[in-house]
């Protein structure tokens, strides 16, 4: 507008102060006509709002992040590799390594007495005459050897290489390159010398500017070999600080700058943490990411984040908001087109787990002193399965979100073993398989304990009475009052009792759980990653002292098949069939022998703006895992 008042202006001065000009036999010359300036307006910024259930504690990529942290750090970065409905993704890599294109080998190496191997249980020893190994191409315990230390051994090798995407950039314009991953590397080696994959990596080494090749120790046979990659970390902004001094200066910690969609522009303690664009991201030449800015704001309480919904402040309501005593509002609020709610499972199962084996067992059972042997004839186990209606706490309290699940592998896994029967709430059988491990009704009175007469392990009239430990959440209070109420049909009573968090994961010896004192109890288990967690309940993870009651295998339960099933699919790579056929074969024994009892896949829920598109949950991805394509408003239309 200066300009063109400004032109007008000068049209006035050279027209009007000088008067009519004398006709000449020149050409007549023409007044400029002036026009007024087009000026494009910028496009409206696009923004979008994303609540957290807490503040992060950390954005320092390699820290211990909690989940909040996850969920922002989702857009600073893109990979390296994206685990979408339990299949690996690459992200910055040209392809995925595989045996199959080439990217992965399995070498044959020869091996000398005093060098690192991984011996046939799985454990990072020097070899030496007496090491238990598995020669080359061995997969299963029926073919490992005892090493004599003198003759000639061969052990298989696995050598993977990763090839960068070509033109990868820091948000700051600095090119992307094997050395960032090489020099995250050197920093894990200096912070976490005894990290079990560290320790296990022989070589890991920079080819050109955008490969590198991982070595591991002869004999780790790594199922997830394609994820033995070091994420990049920016050398040309770290390196002049130790490894020790990056967790706790802004630069790594508050502001890291990384390679994916966002840049963290502010982080306002308390609030909020603002992002903006990275316009070097690799994918900006497709369109992304849709949104301009993003804001993360900090929410503790779920009502007053669902309030800021309602009221627009929040587009999204991130899982770390705990959602689950307002699904009922959102599934309203989503039959009226006013939400949209996502709901998703994954590995993570909520346990009833029975005390198999109890610490005060470790030196000898004693029916006259210790606890009695409830849970030594598999068919009480079995037994007390059918009689938990676990299906009415999935339809009453989980409002049918939910599944009951098999065993320990969720049922979209690859390796899950579909032939597995379910077992039902059906106390006809429960009392059924009681009766056949010896509990009998002695006084016809169905609203009395069975007692023992003929039961392996246990006291002659020994009521079936077992104390239930749970911590005291709402979800798991409305849980126990429909486990006890279908347990007492089939004469099972039960005494609870409800302790903090911090009672019932406390160390053994004394702790209930990690102390193994308890009949029954209810927790969860869940892992990030693809592989199944069959060591949740081997027999080398059960808390005992001589591992200073450190272990997840809670139950005490030990089955020498279990544990070699366990290993061979652990020590098997992907594809193979014996991969397959092991972990397979855990599920089965798992299913006959009952330690724990699954009672239902926990839940992740999300809530969002009717006008938010593209935003999914998935059931083992980052709930922001695509947080480059999601969009709202205008920006869906593109």
Not at 91 to 113: D, Y
Not at 441 to 456: E, F, Q
Not at 530 to 555: K, L, M, Q, R, Y
């Amino acid at each position: 507008m200066k300009k063109i008042l400004s032109s007008l202006v000068l049209l006035f001065i050279l027209t009007g102060c000088f008067g009519p000009q004398p006709q000449t036999d020149a050409l007549p010359i023409e007044t400029p006509t002036v026009l007024p300036e087009i000026t494009e307006e910028a496009p409206a910024q696009s923004s979008l709002n994303i609540c957290l259930g807490a503040e992060p504690n950390t954005l320092y990529p390699f820290g211990e992040l909690n989940t909040a942290a996850l969920s922002v750090l989702a857009a600073v970065y893109d990979g390296p590799m994206d685990l979408i409905s339990y299949e690996h993704q690459p992200v910055i890599f040209t392809q995925q390594p595989s045996l199959e294109n080439g990217e992965a080998q399995i070498v044959r190496t020869a091996v000398q007495a005093g060098s690192p191997v991984v011996d046939a249980d799985g454990n990072l020893v020097p070899l030496s005459a007496g090491t238990l190994v598995r020669p080359a191409s061995c997969r299963a315990d029926d073919c490992t050897i005892t090493y004599d230390g003198v003759a000639p051994l061969e052990m298989d090798q696995i050598v993977v290489t990763f090839r960068l995407r070509p033109n990868l950039t820091w948000s700051d314009g600095v090119p992307l390159t094997a050395d960032d991953s090489y020099y995250s590397f050197e920093l894990h080696t200096q912070t976490e010398p005894d990290d079990y994959l560290i320790q296990r990596t022989q070589t890991y080494e920079i080819a050109d500017a955008e490969t590198l090749q991982w070595w591991g120790v002869p004999g780790f046979l790594d199922p997830t070999y394609y994820m033995n990659f070091w994420a990049p970390a920016p050398q040309h902004l770290w390196q002049e600080f130790t490894a020790d001094e990056l967790p706790s200066i802004d630069i790594a910690s508050r502001t890291p700058v990384g390679w994916g969609p966002y840049t963290i522009e502010e982080w306002i303690p308390g609030d909020h943490i603002t992002l903006t664009k990275n316009q070097y991201y690799f994918r900006a030449a497709d369109g992304y990411p849709k949104v301009d800015t993003l804001t993360f704001r900090f929410i503790p309480d779920p009502s007053m984040a669902l309030s800021e919904m309602i009221a627009g402040r929040c587009d999204i309501l991130d899982p770390t908001i705990n959602l689950e005593q307002h699904v009922d509002i959102l599934q309203g609020m989503q039959t009226a087109e006013e939400a949209q709610i996502f709901v998703t499972t994954g590995m993570s199962i909520e346990w009833l787990g029975l005390g198999l084996t109890p610490a005060s067992y470790d030196n000898g059972y004693n029916i006259s002193t210790d606890r009695q042997d409830f849970f030594a004839d598999p068919r009480t186990r079995e037994g007390i399965t059918y009689c938990l209606n676990r299906q009415s706490v999935v339809d009453n309290v989980l409002f049918g979100l939910t599944t009951v699940p098999t065993t320990y592998v969720p049922k979209e896994h690859p390796v899950y073993d579909a032939n597995i029967p379910d077992l039902p709430y059906d106390p006809q059988v429960g009392l059924a398989l009681l009766e056949l491990a010896g509990w009998q009704d002695s006084d016809n009175d169905p609203s009395t304990p069975l007692r023992a007469v003929n039961v392996k392990g246990v006291s002659y009239n020994t009521q079936l009475i077992l104390n239930y430990y749970t911590t005291p959440s709402t979800q798991r209070r409305q849980t126990v009052d429909i486990l006890a109420d279908s347990l007492a049909e089939c004469g099972i009573a039960l005494n609870v009792e409800y302790l903090s968090p911090n009672e019932l994961f406390s160390a053994g010896p004394v702790g209930f759980l990690f102390g193994r004192q308890f009949d029954m109890a209810q927790y969860a288990l869940g892992v990030e990653g693809f592989e199944p967690p069959c060591n949740w309940f081997a027999s080398d993870n059960i808390p005992a002292e001589s591992n200073s009651w450190v272990g997840t295998n809670i139950t005490g339960f030990k089955n020498a098949e279990y544990d070699s099933a366990c290993r061979a699919a652990r020590s098997s790579l992907q594809g193979e069939q014996a991969y397959i056929n092991n972990y397979r074969r855990t599920q089965i024994i798992f299913s006959d022998e009952l330690p724990a009892i699954p009672l239902y896949y926990r839940l992740r829920i999300a809530a969002a703006r009717p006008e938010v598109c593209r935003f999914d949950l998935d059931p083992t991805a980052n709930p922001l895992w695509n947080i480059e394509a999601i969009g709202i408003g205008e920006t869906c239309q593109n």
